[in-house]
Structures are given as structure tokens and as C-alpha cells.
């Protein structure tokens, strides 16, 4: 069920980028998805059986992954020249996902694990509703971008951008998947390994909140490049120092930068190379060769080197993961981030 959902989360984002940026309607495109996910969902209290269960997550995936993407563009349309300040809306998810964990948690002590695909149906359709007051920006403030979506992506740049998202999301892939696993291994509680998960996100939601100065002051290139070098050393540190409560909390302390700057870099980069009508698959290949993509890859392997070569194994690959990123991007990133299309834009 999950190869079905990487699937769909790799080809989705794409068709319904393809979409938004022919029609131009991404507010009604989310609203549409969001509403046919909810539906779908549905689905996962009725059928039984591995091949009916695994066709509903197909559709209920294949339509809320169109969602992300496209609300990220409508998102950075109405910053327009204020996108540093993307981090200062981004947050909230991650504020969300604090409450959704320490509410969940609570739920699930009374009411038992049955009672997860109700929270979760609800979630989807406070979703639905709340894109309903979303209006679609105006398109007098869209820029337009010439050339075709291939010309872009034969740009050095490009290529070396989506490259270096993968690699990124790769070495995160063994940490969401196993890390709960080696912390208990080790020999820490299980109460302790949900607080290490909810300090990660609390420093990334502080380090969001700063984010826009951080662009202002060092650039989106650099900035990204300092996440990946954090990277490398965080994964080392898991590798090496797990039974070392000092160096467990920095290494999740470092998640600030690994996800959090990382992230909201990228968004302004994918901004900035996408612009005007290739901003809704801009923000697609973004999230299927990251998320997709490298999730999927990183995943596969890191289970693979788990069992064969043991725990430690799979953090040291993603430290090389990390480090052939940072070099890539040192050497093909350039120092400016030119739009489709547009005059080159400096952003370091």
C-alpha cells in the first residue's frame, strides 16, 4: 500500500501541474482534489481486501497530492515580491502537525487505534472547506514566462536543483522510516523517541520564523547549501553518537536546517526558476522527484542496507547522500537563480 502511495505521490503532481498551468485555475483545482480526496478516503471504511484497499489509496492518493503543490504556487502568487516570508506561513503546518501528535496521542490512550481514519476523515474535509474561502489570485499579478517547461529543465541549473532535492529527501527517507526503530534498539523509551520527534519539529517551526531573514541576508543558494553541510554532520551523528543524549538532542536540534531551511530555500528557488505558467509544475517536480522520487529510492535502499549491513548503515549512506548534494550544488547551482524565461535574478 505504500509502494501505491509513492507511486501516485511521483506521477499526480505532475498531471494536475500540467493542468493548473494550462487553465490557470489552481484555487479550483485544489478545491476539486481536496473534495474528490475526501470521498475517496471514504472508501477505506467500506471495501475489504488488499486490492480494493490498494485501488482507494490509489485515488484518494492520486488526488490529494495534487493539492500541495498547487497551493504552494497560489501561496508564493499572493507573497509575490514578499516570498521570504513563505517560512512565515509554512509554520502553521508545522504547528499542526505538533497539535494533530500530542491531540492524537491522547485520543488513541482512550478510544484505541479504530479511531484514527475518523480524525483523519475529518482533517480532509476541514481541508475542503477552508480552501473554499482561498479566492484565486488575480492573474494581473502573474508573471509570464516564455519558452516551453523542456527548455527550462535543459538548464544546467535546473537539472543540478531537482538533483540535489533528491538526494536531500533520499537521506531524510531512512530517518522517517527507521529512526523510532534504532532509538528503541538502543534502549530509550518510547515516550522519550516521541519527544526527540516533537523537538525536531518545535526548532523547525522556530527556525521558520526567522527564515525570511535568513534569505534576506545570505540568499537562497547559500542558505541551501549550509543545509545540506548540517545534513551530512547530522547523519553522522546518528550514525556514531546515538547513545549520547547530548549529541542525540543537537542532532535533532539540526533537523531546523535539514528540513526546515532546506525546504523553505527550495520553495523560494523553485519560485524563482519557475515562473508564470510553469509555476504550478514547478512546484510539481519539486514535490515528486523530492518526496516521490527520493522518499521512494531512499527508503528502498536504506531497508535494504538495514538488514543487511546493519542499523548504522543506512545513516552513513545518507551522510554521503548529503554530501554529494552540497558538492553539486557548489558546482552547478551558480551563484544567481534565474526565472523561465525572465532576466536572470540574483538571490544570493
Known amino acids: 500500500l505504500m509502494a501505491v502511495i509513492m507511486v501516485t505521490k511521483l506521477i499526480a503532481p505532475n498531471i494536475w501541474g500540467w493542468i493548473a498551468d494550462h487553465t490557470g485555475q489552481r484555487m479550483p483545482i485544489v478545491r476539486f482534489a481536496s473534495l474528490f480526496s475526501v470521498i475517496c478516503f471514504v472508501g477505506v471504511f ?16 492520486f488526488f490529494w497530492n495534487a493539492s500541495l503543490p498547487q497551493f504552494e504556487a497560489v501561496t508564493m502568487s499572493y507573497l509575490h515580491e514578499r516570498i521570504q516570508h513563505y517560512s512565515r506561513i509554512r ?8 497539535l494533530a501528535v500530542l491531540s492524537l496521542g491522547f485520543m488513541l490512550e482512550v478510544w484505541g487505534v479504530g479511531l484514527v481514519p475518523q480524525v483523519v476523515l475529518v482533517l480532509y474535509l476541514g481541508i475542503f472547506l477552508y480552501s473554499l474561502l482561498v479566492p484565486e489570485k488575480g492573474a494581473g499579478m502573474v508573471q509570464h514566462a ?19 532535492c533528491f538526494l536531500m529527501q533520499a537521506s531524510h527517507s531512512v530517518y522517517y522510516a527507521f529512526y523510532s526503530i534504532y532509538m528503541e534498539e538502543i534502549g530509550y523509551s518510547s515516550s522519550l523517541i516521541g519527544q526527540l520527534w ?10 521558520f520564523l526567522v527564515m525570511h531573514h535568513l ?17 551530512v554532520v547530522r547523519w553522522v551523528l546518528v550514525a556514531t553518537t546515538s547513545d549520547q543524549m547530548p549529541m542525540v538532542l543537537l542532532a535533532q536540534v539540526m533537523h531546523a536546517a535539514t528540513f526546515g531551511t532546506f525546504h523553505a530555500a527550495a520553495i523560494h528557488m523553485v519560485h524563482h526558476y519557475f515562473v508564470g505558467k510553469h509555476q504550478g509544475r514547478g512546484q510539481a517536480l519539486y514535490s515528486s522527484i523530492s518526496f516521490g522520487a527520493g522518499g521512494a529510492f531512499g527508503s528502498l535502499l536504506s531497508g535494504y542496507l538495514w538488514s543487511g549491513m546493519g542499523p548504522e548503515a543506512p545513516y552513513w549512506v545518507a551522510a554521503g547522500y548529503a554530501l554529494i548534494a552540497v558538492i553539486i550544488a557548489m558546482l552547478w547551482l551558480g551563484h ?3 526565472p523561465s524565461g525572465q532576466a536572470v535574478k540574483q538571490v544570493q
Do not use: C, N
Not at 149 to 158: F, M, P
Not at 198 to 207: I, M, P, Q, S, T
Open 91 to 98: 509554520l502553521w503546518g508545522s504547528v499542526g502537525f505538533i
Open 146 to 164: 516564455q519558452g516551453s517547461i523542456l527548455d527550462v529543465l535543459k538548464r544546467r541549473e535546473i537539472i543540478a536543483f531537482l538533483l540535489v
Open 215 to 231: 534569505l534576506h541576508r545570505w540568499g537562497a543558494r547559500t542558505v541551501l547549501i549550509a543545509s545540506l553541510a548540517i545534513a
Open 46 to 61: 467500506f471495501v475489504e481486501g488488499y486490492w480494493p484497499l490498494a485501488l482507494v489509496m490509489m485515488l484518494f492518493s
Open 336 to 338: 544567481r537563480d534565474a
Open 198 to 207: 516533537a523537538l525536531g519539529v518545535v526548532v523547525e517551526v522556530l527556525v
